[in-house]
């Protein structure tokens, strides 16, 4: 067990002046680690990134020239709308034109035998107390 102990202690001051060479290097280990870790995170996203900005490249002049014709109609429409979960997805008819309907709620059925307004509705809204 002593011989153990005389090992780790050695190994632990053997260790002593690398860690000083770290520490004149300016750079710890966690911050040596951080660094290699976005390293390998940037090598891996190259190819990814790289296609991106091929898109980029390619849609860039038409979503520009969209958003310069249709910006001002789209921020008022913004501002009109308040809930869109409220729509559905927009859709475009045959003859170019694009619709955005509103979502129908489904109406609760109506138990047999009876109306489908209730009396006092039907009446003129007027309830007798």
Do not use: H
């Not at 710890?28 to 680690?33: A, D, K, N, P, T």
């Not at 870790?37 to 190259?46: A, D, I, K, N, Y």
């Not at 991106?52 to 020239?65: D, N, T, V």
């Amino acid at each position: 067990m002593k011989r153990f102990i005389v090992t780790c202690a050695i190994a632990g001051f053997s260790a002593v002046p690398a860690l000083a060479e770290e520490e004149d290097n300016g750079k710890s280990l966690m911050e040596q680690g951080v660094e290699l870790f976005f390293e390998g995170l940037r090598q891996e996203m190259e190819p990814a990134l790289e296609n991106l900005q091929g898109m980029a490249e390619e849609f860039g002049p038409s979503i520009r020239s969209f958003l310069e014709v249709m910006g001002p109609a789209l921020a008022e429409l913004a501002t009109e709308i308040r809930d869109w979960s409220a729509y559905e997805a927009p859709e475009m008819l045959p003859n170019g034109d694009i619709i955005i309907r509103k979502k129908v709620k489904p109406e609760e059925p109506v138990p047999e035998g009876e109306d489908a307004v209730p009396e006092d509705e039907a009446e003129g809204g007027a309830t007798d107390i």
